[in-house]
């Protein structure tokens, strides 16, 4: 018996594969929308994916010359100590590399620039390359600049340039340095010159800022792991830090990830939005084939039969157009690579991403089988004699089976997607936030549909045809407001969100930003700097404060590499620490009291609200901080609220008197003067105290404007793939309707009305769509900008309504013209060719 079965469900099986076979062979034009949605889709998220993937498997390729070395050591502030210095030569070759700031002059005049200043030894580098142009080399009193510093100082082979102290020549530009991507963000170019004319230099004064990594290259026979645990056990309880060749990079690492993940998120979006595409085109085609299944029925054809045939015609061409999706998406690391190399950290791995590509075809089989069933369901289930009259029926809801499914396909989708996030709140916030924006769409479509049946009929025989349009049987009304509305909800978001930003940058941070911040003022020189900015700008506002870094290395005697704490930004890396005996201006006290003015007594600190929140910390807990490799550990006096707007020195950890005195420490200094004066303010404090490094904050500006200008292309790129998806919904949705419009032009070309007054209504048509769809878009971007404004960035939310508004119309603008041009056919449609096919 079982034998028959499964010889009866091959059988069933065989005999539908063969009628979907032989009806494809008349062509795929009613699935050609179907298939451009899901080519869009698969293709964002496999690029965007494949993209991620091949940088960090660049990154993780080239893990040894990124780092340096097998492992590194890094101290912050200090050099290591006579027994770390041990542990760590007998570990293997080791290499120094220390990076602070400096202002470099070209010795023949001109403005000093701040550059990022890395000091290397002869064994520089242990892995990898570096090429200076023109064959030059470095050796002491010899210095190489990135073309970008070159440029700013003029600068040519041979030319002398000065740094603290110091007159160096000028080697060549860097053209090639391996583990530059290692080096992070810096406020300047970067310039590298010998160990040796470091100290010559001055800029190591006491209490300057700056890094030392010892960079190691194991023997052979070693392993990573076994250095890695005598290295930590050496230099951990002074603060020191270990990496491996495993993540060479790791701040480039996370970024990538981050921006790799968030942009998943925005082609996941806009797979849904070709979903909502697959969905129309799978109705079209379904509603072309009315007659051949109202056929197949009559013959005896069973609903199970049918849903066979046509479920075997939409997995043939879905898993043609998304294995398209997946070669585009799979070129896409080495057409970036190619296009955008100078901004990527290190060229894309080759090869199929294998993980990305595997991912992208998931999502876009589930998404295509979650938004065909349904339509697929319809057309199946429907009697004969009802499909016949398809044109006025309303179609049957699918079985319980059916919904079952396409509930269980989703379901999937939101699983796979949170479980491969690193930040799964982040995400489930995304997803939470796209699945109602997308249920909030879907309910206001159907408002419109129901105030379209109530509303009073005009007097013009037109209008009344555009207003039954809209929520006639088998309308897209909502189709296209929920696809186009969601695309173009996006996009004015992003418009919102990039004129509050830029108007920020532009307008609000110039005014209340100093004109300059000083860093590594020496400790000798606070009064002498003070009275130096006073006379050469009478009236400067100065604010002078402590400066010294370390890392935060315990909380209530819990390790801080044991703390399972991802929103807790205060224990990455080093942090900026100070003392204080006055609350700072623009700092308010949210829990316990600041200390009095003449304290004396056991260390006190007061930290963010934000960091104390994130860690749970109470007023009475402690928290340990490593300075120049002494533990410190005080005990949390006050949390504060900290305008972070104020662009000021705002300290997350800030000490009560008498405890960080005594510690070798610098100064910095914010300088505000007159735009006038900056120039000569800015050359006084070069020329008086050559070791301190001057940052001009216009120049911050420009590189923030910069990064932003990237970030928003990303997104923009990523985000235009919705919009893209959204017109093609459109174009399902035109082809969906064009046997209803092409009777309805002939119909009324035979009661006398022109092609001009026909076009009239399919325009007044869109028109609506245009201004509902628009509409929406400038109301929920705007809520949507307004959310991120103000509750993530905690910004004063001041959106560029022109750059909003002119996003929102020309998206309203295309959903006319295409509504036109997608239906110019059945406006076209000559009534007695028409009538003969009837």
């Known amino acids: 018996m079982g034998g028959d079965d499964r010889a ?437 479509a159907a408002a419109v549909k129901w105030a379209a049946t109530r509303a009073p009929r005009p007097a013009g025989t037109l209008a009344r045809l555009a207003l039954a349009n809209l929520h006639r049987p088998g309308a897209p009304t909502r189709n296209l407001i929920v696809a186009l509305g969601l695309g173009l909800t996006l996009f004015a978001t992003l418009a919102s969100i990039e004129g509050t930003l830029a108007g920020q940058i532009n307008r609000t941070i110039p005014t209340r930003a100093p004109s300059f911040f000083v860093l590594d003022i020496p400790n000798d020189a606070r009064d002498r700097f003070a009275a130096r900015v006073a006379a050469v700008a009478p009236g400067a506002n100065t604010v002078i404060v402590p400066s010294l870094r370390g890392p935060v290395t315990a909380v209530n005697g819990v390790p801080a590499d044991k703390i399972n704490a991802p929103e807790a930004w205060i224990l990455r890396g080093d942090r900026g620490l100070s003392y204080a005996a006055t609350l700072p201006a623009g700092n308010r006290i949210v829990a316990g009291q600041w200390w009095p003015r003449d304290y004396a007594g056991p260390p006190l600190v007061s930290i963010d609200a934000e960091a104390a929140r994130a860690l749970g910390l109470k007023i009475g807990d402690q928290i340990t901080v490593s300075v120049l490799g002494v533990e410190i550990t005080a005990t949390i006096a006050s949390t504060r609220q900290i305008d972070w707007q104020s662009l000021g020195f705002n300290f997350a950890i800030l000490f009560a008197p008498g405890t960080l005195e005594a510690a070798p420490h610098g100064w910095m200094a914010t300088v505000q003067v007159p735009p006038a004066a900056e120039t000569g303010v800015a050359r006084a404090i070069t020329r008086a105290f050559p070791t301190a490094s001057t940052i001009r904050v216009k120049d911050v500006i420009g590189q923030v404007q910069g990064l932003l200008g990237q970030l928003s292309a990303a997104i923009r790129a990523a985000a235009s793939v919705t919009v893209a998806a959204g017109i093609a919904v459109l174009v399902g949705a035109i082809a969906a309707g064009a046997r209803a419009r092409t009777y309805d032009a002939v119909l009324l070309k035979l009661l006398g009305a022109t092609r001009g007054q026909v076009a009239r209504a399919t325009l007044a048509e869109y028109g609506a769509i245009a201004l509902i769809v628009s509409g929406l878009a400038l109301v929920l971007g705007s809520a949507a900008g307004w959310f991120v404004i103000t509750q993530v960035f905690a910004l004063e939310w001041t959106p560029d309504w022109p750059r909003v508004l002119i996003t929102v119309a020309a998206g309203a603008v295309a959903t006319i013209l295409l509504g036109l041009i997608g239906n110019w056919q059945a406006l076209s449609a000559r009534p007695a060719a028409v009538l003969r096919q009837l």
């Open 8 to 444: 009866a469900g091959r059988g069933f099986l065989s005999l539908s594969l063969r009628l979907a076979l032989r009806e494809l062979r008349g062509g795929l034009a009613g699935l050609r929308i179907l298939a451009v949605c899901l080519v869009l889709g698969v293709a964002a998220l496999a690029g965007v994916g494949s993209l991620a993937s091949a940088i960090n498997a660049g990154l993780a390729e080239r893990g040894q010359e990124l780092l340096g070395g097998d492992v590194a050591v890094r101290l912050s502030g200090r050099f290591a100590s006579a027994a770390e210095m041990a542990a760590i030569r007998a570990t293997g070759t080791v290499n120094e590399v220390v990076k602070l700031r400096g202002m470099v002059a070209n010795a023949a005049g001109g403005d000093a620039v701040l550059a990022e200043v890395k000091a290397v030894d002869g064994r520089w580098p242990l892995y990898g390359r570096v090429v200076i142009g023109g064959g030059g080399r470095l050796a002491p009193g010899r210095a190489a600049a990135q073309p970008a510093l070159a440029d700013k100082l003029g600068l040519k082979p041979g030319d002398r340039i000065t740094l603290g102290q110091i007159s160096l020549v000028y080697a060549g530009p860097l053209l090639e340095e391996s583990d530059r991507a290692a080096d992070g963000f810096g406020l300047g170019p970067g310039l590298v010159i010998h160990r040796a004319d470091l100290e010559r230099a001055g800029l190591m004064g006491l209490g300057s800022l700056f890094t030392v990594d010892y960079r190691i290259k194991l023997p052979p026979g070693s392993t990573v792991a076994a250095a890695r645990e005598r290295l930590e056990a050496a230099v951990k309880p002074g603060g020191g830090r270990v990496r491996d060749r495993s993540n060479g990079a790791p701040g480039t690492r996370n970024f990538v990830t981050q921006l790799g993940q968030f942009l998943t998120l925005v082609g996941l979006t806009a797979l849904v939005v070709a979903g909502v595409g697959v969905a129309g085109g799978v109705a079209a085609y379904m509603g072309a084939r009315t007659r051949t299944i109202a056929t197949l029925k009559v013959l005896g054809a069973d609903s199970a039969t049918i849903r066979a045939v046509y479920l075997w015609q939409l997995a043939l061409v879905s898993a043609g157009a998304v294995l398209v999706g997946l070669l585009l998406g799979a070129l896409t690391p080495a057409i970036v690579g190619q296009l955008a190399a100078a901004s990527l950290p290190v060229p894309p791995a080759p090869g199929p991403q294998w993980g990305a590509l595997a991912l992208a075809a998931t999502y876009g089989s589930l998404v295509a089988l979650a938004f065909a069933l349904w339509p697929l369901g319809q057309g199946a289930a429907m009697p004969a004699a009802r499909l016949l009259r398809a044109l006025t029926e309303r179609r049957a809801r699918p079985g319980a089976g059916t919904i079952a499914t396409i509930a269980g396909a989703a379901v999937v989708v939101l699983g796979l997607t949170i479980v491969q996030a690193d930040q799964k709140l982040f995400v489930m916030g995304f997803l939470a936030g796209a699945i109602g924006l997308i249920l909030l769409l879907w309910a206001l």
